[in-house]
């Protein structure tokens, strides 16, 4: 069990081993940054054309909370 951790404690001082969890986190970040700037140039773009359909949608819903 100890092993693996000498193997990867060596090989990353030696440079081989690199730890790319905070890349991952990065790189999601940057793809939830691009969704949300397509959404907004979106908006921008076509808003008066969607606002009709979010209204008409709206008044389909007809269920209230309590």
């Not at 730890?19 to 908006?43: C, F, H, P, R, S």
């Amino acid at each position: 069990m100890w092993g693996h951790y000498r193997v990867g404690w060596r090989l990353f001082l030696i440079g081989l081993y690199r730890d790319e969890t905070g890349q991952d986190v990065v790189e999601y970040g940057m793809i939830v940054a691009t969704i949300a700037v397509v959404v907004l140039i979106g908006t921008m773009t076509f808003g008066n054309q969607i606002r009709p359909w979010f209204e008409r949608l709206a008044g389909m819903i007809t269920t209230t909370g309590t």
